[in-house]
């Protein structure tokens, strides 16, 4: 069993840069994916960035280049880097976890991007 809470949402101007974070309470050194999505009112859930056991990372469109993702393992923790925000960029954002063939969800977190 994973449970995952996201941390580090806030409000940043237009330009900046946030870091988010997600807590697992279960191992996800075994993890067979990872990544973060995200949804704005009115729109579909999109992929923000998602990284394979194997290696092979996939960025949204609207993010490639602007995004990073890492993983602590000790610390059983994933992160997103995300730089030159935009407007655009506002949603909730959501850490995903497949693990065992289970695929995890943590509650979101609001990012807002506004001057």
């Known amino acids: 069993q994973v449970q995952l809470v996201e941390s580090g949402g806030g409000l940043v101007q237009p330009g900046g840069s946030l870091r988010l974070s997600c807590a697992a309470s279960?191992?996800?050194?075994?993890?067979?994916?990872m990544g973060w999505y995200r949804q704005a009112p009115g729109k579909q859930r999109e992929l923000v960035v998602r990284?394979?056991?194997?290696?092979?990372?996939r960025y949204g469109d609207s993010v490639k280049g602007r995004v990073t993702i890492s993983r602590d393992n000790a610390k059983n923790t994933v992160y997103l880097q995300m730089n030159s925000l935009k407007p655009e960029d506002t949603a909730v954002y959501y850490c995903?976890?497949?693990?065992?063939?289970?695929?995890?969800w943590g509650q979101g977190t609001q990012v807002t991007v506004s001057s």
């Open positions: 995903n976890v497949l693990r065992l063939g289970y695929d995890y």
């Open positions: 279960g191992s996800i050194r075994s993890a067979n994916a």
């Open positions: 990284i394979t056991s194997g290696g092979s990372t």
